[in-house]
């Protein structure tokens, strides 16, 4: 395998852009959403984006510029039920989920893009073109930047929200720009990674972070830096053994999960 021979496409230059950029911001936010016990937030609005992709294949539209705003839309619908007493997050997710990964099975079958199924469910490097890498750049940098001016507030909401309330922190305002950040992530994600398994990157780099460090922003640097090298491991040994991308990434990410797992087991008996 030759890193030079392989970074010389420009294929293999934009997954590795746009993977590593989403694999940032999906571990910053992984990190706050693992903690608030809203992880499953991502496997949701991925659903909702594999509908709106199929709506705009299906009317030959910019899939980036439908998706968007469905998904940001959805997220903020996800945010009010599952502040319903009567539904609960959990439920809200699964209700969202399922309908909206229905409604896009039943739109692609209907307008025969049934060949592209793929693509959407598992995503494709071959899928992104230099404008798709060039909007994912922009609204990635977004997301950093929006993370790094609201940190303070967003690290008070995670751990108490009674506390940030009484002191003035507008949490409902705080958890909408979770949600949106969450939602864009989604979106840019979905290109390489696919809808099914871009939800694992918001998820298996904060709980891994979460067992080998203490500290919150210890946990958020862990998680970006691992995040980060998973998905370089994984464009390399997919573009090597011709594995899809998001899924290789995926099994990257449980190896690693599994290694802090045991490790974490270790400590625990050794203190005994």
């Not at 992709?53 to 299906?58: I, K």
């Amino acid at each position: 395998m030759n890193l030079i021979e392989m970074f010389s496409f420009d294929f293999m230059l934009r997954a590795f852009a746009v993977g590593a950029l989403v694999a940032l911001c999906s571990a910053m936010l992984g990190v706050t959403l693992t903690l608030k016990r809203f992880s499953m937030i991502g496997d949701g609005l991925s659903h909702v984006g594999f509908g709106a992709l199929a709506f705009a294949a299906a009317l030959n539209l910019a899939p980036l510029w439908v998706s968007i705003p469905v998904v940001v839309v959805a997220a903020f619908f996800l945010l009010r039920l599952s502040q319903n007493n009567h539904i609960g997050s959990e439920s809200a997710i699964a209700i969202i989920s399922s309908s909206a990964l229905a409604i896009g099975v039943i739109v692609a079958s209907l307008t025969g893009i049934n060949t592209d199924l793929n693509t959407y469910l598992f995503g494709s490097i071959l899928a992104i073109s230099d404008i798709d890498m060039i909007f994912c750049v922009v609204l990635s940098a977004v997301v950093v930047v929006m993370f790094l001016l609201f940190y303070n507030k967003i690290f008070a909401v995670t751990f108490d929200e009674d506390f940030s309330k009484a002191t003035g922190i507008n949490t409902s305002l705080n958890k909408s720009i979770i949600s949106i950040l969450t939602a864009l992530t989604i979106v840019v994600g979905m290109r390489v990674m696919g809808t099914l398994l871009i939800s694992s990157l918001l998820v298996f780099p904060a709980v891994t972070a979460n067992y080998l460090c203490k500290r919150f922003k210890t946990v958020v640097i862990f998680a970006a830096v691992l995040s980060l090298l998973c998905v370089f491991a994984g464009v390399v040994i997919s573009y090597d053994f011709g594995t899809p991308t998001g899924a290789t990434v995926v099994v990257i990410n449980l190896t690693v999960f599994l290694c802090a797992f045991s490790i974490a087991k270790i400590r625990s008996k050794r203190k005994k």
